[in-house]
């Protein structure tokens, strides 16, 4: 592959043209692209390639240059086109949105800072660059894009879930702490779900930890009146459906003996106070 040579060879010589595309709609420059020759994009360019002829789903070289996180050939695509960089695909990709998708930070930074990238084109599906780089587990991009631009913490996509939505979803403890450290706010999905549920639903544990510990109800239900340890139980994460048994057990109680007291109930659950009472059930396992 990227073998400038013989590329230079089959157009000049062997009869193809800079037109030739495979069954997806790829062209020379986007397969370049996508595998980052950058000797073999600059020379496509230099020869008057079109940098905005589309694959069959709509993308064009930069989207594949930023999804694989080559900035040479990005920078090389976004000099000779520069409305590529708001470019969306059939499924509203965009190439910022496909570099958080992939954890490419340095190619968000450039997209943004030195191309003025619009961080809050969405996709179709109503999924922000946010979300993607949530979902993903790419923790040094959702702390920049909440940092660096003014993208919105509390944007839902079009079932409502929000970024904590897809970090709690996707296990990624320490991106649903630092969301909450900066400012993020337990918001319901169209369903009535919370990060907990979702978080409960797919058995991560950590991660309802971490929402507990930052104060979310254990006793939310959704529009189904499931609560998150419903959830987890249905699902067979027993670890998760015991551990939030012990916190509303426990927020209970301490309810229970802050009313007695003609006090407001203060409840703050630990996880080492919720393993510690259920240690025997546990280690039966």
């Not at 993903?136 to 079932?159: C, K, M, R, S």
């Not at 409840?267 to 039966?284: P, W």
């Amino acid at each position: 592959m990227g073998n400038l040579a013989e590329l230079q060879w089959l157009i000049r010589d062997g009869g193809y043209n800079l037109q030739e595309r495979d069954a997806s709609g790829a062209s020379p420059l986007h397969v370049a692209a996508r595998f980052g020759h950058a000797e073999v994009v600059q020379w496509l360019l230099q020869a008057g390639y079109d940098t905005a002829m589309e694959t069959c789903e709509g993308a064009v070289p930069a989207h594949y240059a930023a999804a694989r996180g080559d900035l040479t050939c990005l920078k090389l695509l976004v000099a000779a086109d520069h409305s590529c960089v708001n470019k969306q695909t059939q499924s509203g990709c965009s190439p910022l949105y496909l570099a958080c998708q992939e954890g490419h930070l340095h190619i968000a930074q450039f997209l943004v800072k030195d191309c003025v990238a619009n961080v809050h084109l969405s996709a179709h599906d109503g999924m922000s660059v946010l979300h993607a780089a949530a979902w993903g587990g790419h923790y040094p991009l959702v702390v920049w894009l909440v940092a660096f631009t003014d993208i919105n913490l509390a944007a839902q996509d079009e079932e409502g879930a929000t970024a904590l939505h897809f970090a709690a979803r996707g296990g990624h403890a320490a991106i649903v702490d630092r969301l909450l450290l900066m400012g993020a706010v337990i918001m319901r999905d169209h369903w009535g779900g919370t990060p907990l549920h979702d978080a409960a639903e797919n058995g991560q544990l950590e991660c309802c930890w971490n929402l507990v510990s930052h104060g979310i109800d254990p006793g939310l239900r959704d529009e189904d009146g499931y609560t998150a340890m419903d959830l987890a139980e249905y699902n067979g994460h027993r670890q998760c459906a015991q551990y939030l048994q012990e916190v509303e057990k426990l927020s209970g109680q301490q309810r229970d003996s802050s009313n007695q007291e003609g006090q407001k109930a203060n409840v703050t659950v630990t996880k080492s106070q919720c393993m510690d009472s259920s240690a025997n059930e546990f280690s039966a396992t």
